[in-house]
């Protein structure tokens, strides 16, 4: 992140804040590697490996014996340090030698480290080596914590740079921010909890936004990376409970205010929080997660079975620069001022795993990789007040997660801010007082003020937007108690779609406010109709399907058109003078639908399904839906899109019959296409439309794009199987193609059309004739 670090030393202290979140989850970052004369270990030497040992003909029984290094059973995990370099151990759970309970095998690397993961808590284990058996070893269990003691008897710096001791020993690097004198406290304390770098202490962060409105911060690194201890996995369940550990060490610390704390975060620091918020710690007061997934799979890295190399690989890439020894960078000036704990902290990073090599392996969903990192299947967990907040096309997480919301079965306060704009816009104006008052209210349990973020937000506005003369609204809890702005806050209808961001009257046109707002009691909104329109012959699209059967083709190109939709930094991005390059397909490699101009306003709010009957005479082919509008004026507006790998298109029974295909994504599942020759008959795909709103005004017509994967996003970019391919769709009769979306009566808007490119994240373009 070279280039965004740079810019913040320039920008103020606030506009550091986000610049500094956001360059961790930018695609156009390199991973950086502060580490000098560390040669990373061969596989051999970084990598456990499951084995089965040939038993041999006599097993003969054998005393333990101690092994000579550092054994430290933790969550599912058993690691060793401080061994001999080279030294080759069996995980067993037999303390008889030549048996056949070898578990694991690996190598001591050469840090003298190696890691077992994934090990049952229920078993006994057994270290086994040419010098002996040492053990037994019993690994913890993820359901039991430790006693209280573990967290009341550490003490933190306030302020600091100090480390969190969790329930295996591995000790976690934390940089406290007060925002006043610890003597004039406690004060209401947040916590950000990621794999960037929270807790270094050079950073502005989020520290400085969250001290300005009188937060103590406190910034922390999930093991395996910066100055903390362990080994780095992504979201492995070890990082969950860590997380557990450190909300509750912190919240046992003199200066946070009630003993409870909120969390906060953007991206990955906003994933974060679901993960730890499973866990249920009983000192956590409120999550705040914005711009996150509800799939890991499915949301961002295999849209519909498609990998996306343009952010997902990207960032993993960056994510395994970062965790190598010292490859944060500031870990270094840590250990060279003295720092002896960071510099033992980076003794497991040689066991990382090969994410990048995870991903190629695995190109089918696999639930015993995918569920446990997936939110969608425990945010049900999940018993604290929740704010939640995203933007349909986010460029990075995808905007996916409203799917889930109705997931949030386990706390009875849930709201969600939901909009149209990119991955920075959820703590942008238009939801940022939200977000204050949220905090006011269930962290600081306080009247809500915004005296505070008015000094901030205008800040902000300028250094990511370019944008000034930013107002917020008026305090309208002033004058009240805590408990009468709780009771009229949680009175509100707690889900919120920003409508048409870019386009409020008398801003400049991109600028993250909405042009209206409107509240509804639950997701998917109750009073949705799904509504199916057909695809037809000559381009059309209607209520009706056609009596006769026909088909339509286009050739599966992924090539023609830029693969994005945005050239340049991805920090640029979201500033309101952005030019985006939305291009419209070559002729030829896409299939286009179109409505006749609708006699009244429709509001679409929700998810959608492309019904569609394909064949492919390669037997295969990778589909991207595009919604769009076509306005009186000529101009076309992008809305949302939806991919799908034919193959893939079995359906999970977690699916519904109008709005939400879901696809089970297992290898056992795939299935390739008719030909359209040998195979005459098409086979239906149904593909998934993410999240939407949109307002579709009188005169305007709905079009559907169906082509290759790319050109409808700011910066995923896909590796996609087409390879001109002639892909058929099939219109009217008994293989009539169609695609539901969600209609929401009765929704008051303005008339007026927005400027045509003034929606953020939605590219305008001259409509075709």
């Known amino acids: 992140m070279p280039t965004c670090c740079m810019q913040r030393r320039q920008l103020g202290f606030v506009a550091a804040a986000l610049l500094t979140l956001a360059a961790c989850s930018s695609s156009d970052n390199e991973a950086v590697s502060g580490a000098t004369d560390v040669t990373p270990a061969t596989s051999g030497s970084s990598t456990t490996t499951s084995t089965t040992a040939t038993a041999s003909t006599t097993a003969a029984a054998q005393e333990t014996t101690e092994l000579d290094a550092e054994i430290r059973p933790g969550v599912e995990q058993l690691a060793v340090l401080d061994a001999s370099p080279g030294l080759e151990l069996e995980l067993s759970t037999s303390a008889t030698r030549g048996t056949d309970d070898t578990n694991a095998a690996g190598i001591v690397d050469e840090f003298g480290s190696l890691l077992f993961r994934e090990l049952d808590a229920a078993d006994t284990y057994y270290l086994v080596s040419g010098e002996g058996v040492s053990g037994p070893y019993e690994v913890l269990d993820r359901t039991e914590h430790p006693d209280q003691e573990l967290y009341s008897d550490q003490s933190l710096p306030s302020p600091g740079f100090g480390y969190i001791e969790t329930r295996d020993g591995t000790t976690l690097s934390a940089n406290i921010v007060l925002p006043g004198p610890v003597?004039?406290?406690?004060?209401?304390?947040?916590v950000e909890y990621s794999g960037y770098q929270p807790s270094d202490?050079?950073?502005?962060?989020?520290?400085?936004?969250?001290?300005?409105?009188?937060?103590?911060?406190v910034g922390v690194n999930m093991r395996g990376t910066g100055c903390s201890g362990g080994s780095y996995r992504f979201f492995e369940y070890a990082q969950s409970v860590d997380g557990y550990d450190a909300i509750e060490t912190v919240a046992a610390q003199p200066w946070v205010l009630n003993n409870r704390v909120g969390m906060v975060g953007l991206s990955y620091p906003g994933i974060s929080q679901l993960f730890v918020a499973q866990t249920q710690p009983p000192s956590l007061a409120a999550i705040t997660p914005l711009s996150v997934l509800d799939d890991s799979y499915n949301s961002t890295l295999y849209p519909g079975g498609v990998l996306n190399t343009g952010f997902a690989v990207d960032w993993t890439q960056q994510r395994i620069g970062q965790a190598r020894p010292e490859g944060q960078g500031w870990e270094s000036d840590q250990i060279a001022d003295g720092d002896d704990e960071c510099a033992n902290n980076q003794r497991m990073r040689l066991q990382n795993p090969d994410l990048l090599q995870e991903i190629a392996d695995y190109p089918f969903y696999d639930p015993a990789i995918g569920d446990e990192i997936a939110p969608r299947l425990f945010?049900?967990?999940i018993n604290v007040p929740t704010l939640i907040a995203g933007a349909w096309q986010d460029e990075q997480t995808g905007g996916r997660f409203p799917t889930m919301l109705d997931q949030f079965t386990g706390t009875d306060h849930l709201y969600a801010s939901l909009l149209n704009g990119l991955h920075i816009d959820s703590i942008g104006p238009g939801v940022?007082?939200?977000?204050?008052?949220?905090?006011?209210?269930?962290v600081a349990e306080r009247t809500p003020t915004l005296g505070a973020a008015r000094v901030v937000a205008p800040l902000l506005a300028g250094a990511l937007y370019g944008i000034d003369g930013l107002e917020l609204p008026p305090d309208r809890f002033e004058g009240l108690t805590h408990a009468e702005a709780l009771a009229i806050f949680e009175a509100e209808q707690p889900i919120q779609i920003l409508f048409e961001e870019g386009a409020a009257e008398g801003q400049v046109p991109r600028s993250?406010?909405?042009?209206?707002?409107?509240?509804?009691?639950?997701?998917?909104?109750?009073?949705l109709a799904p509504t199916r329109w057909y695809l037809g012959p000559e381009e059309s699209l209607t209520p009706e399907p056609g009596s006769t059967a026909d088909t339509v083709e286009y050739l599966a190109l992924p090539d023609g058109i830029p693969p994005t939709f945005y050239e340049g930094n991805s920090s640029d991005l979201w500033r309101t003078d952005v030019v985006w390059d939305w291009q419209e397909p070559a002729p030829g490699t896409a299939a286009t639908f179109m409505s006749e101009p609708l006699s009244e306003t429709i509001v679409m709010a929700g998810s959608g399904s492309a019904d569609l009957w394909v064949n492919s005479n390669l037997g295969d082919t990778d589909l991207e839906v595009t919604i769009s509008e076509v306005r009186p004026d000529g101009?076309?507006?992008?809305?949302?899109?939806?991919?799908?790998?034919?193959s893939h298109r079995a359906l999970d029974e977690s699916s519904t019959s109008d709005l939400r295909p879901v696809q089970t994504h297992l290898e056992d599942d795939a299935q390739p296409l008719p030909d359209g020759e040998s195979e005459n008959d098409p086979a239906l795909a149904r593909v998934e439309i993410f999240p939407f709103a949109h307002v579709f005004r009188e005169g305007s017509q709905i079009r559907i794009s169906v082509d290759s994967p790319g050109g409808n996003r700011a910066i995923w970019v896909f590796d996609t199987i087409n390879n001109g391919e002639r892909v058929s769709i099939g219109l009217g009769g008994e293989f009539a193609s169609s695609v539901v979306l969600p209609v929401v009566p009765g929704i008051d808007v303005p008339a007026e059309y927005p400027e045509c490119g003034a929606l953020r994240g939605q590219p305008c373009r001259t409509a075709p004739e």
């Open 635 to 646: 101009l076309e507006m992008y809305v949302q899109s939806g991919w799908l790998r034919a």
């Open 379 to 381: 945010v049900d967990q």
């Open 201 to 217: 202490p050079s950073q502005a962060g989020f520290a400085d936004i969250y001290t300005a409105l009188g937060y103590a911060y």
């Open 432 to 442: 940022f007082p939200r977000l204050v008052e949220f905090l006011d209210l269930y």
């Open 512 to 527: 993250p406010i909405p042009r209206f707002v409107r509240s509804f009691d639950s997701w998917p909104i109750p009073d």
């Open 183 to 190: 003597e004039d406290g406690p004060y209401p304390t947040v």
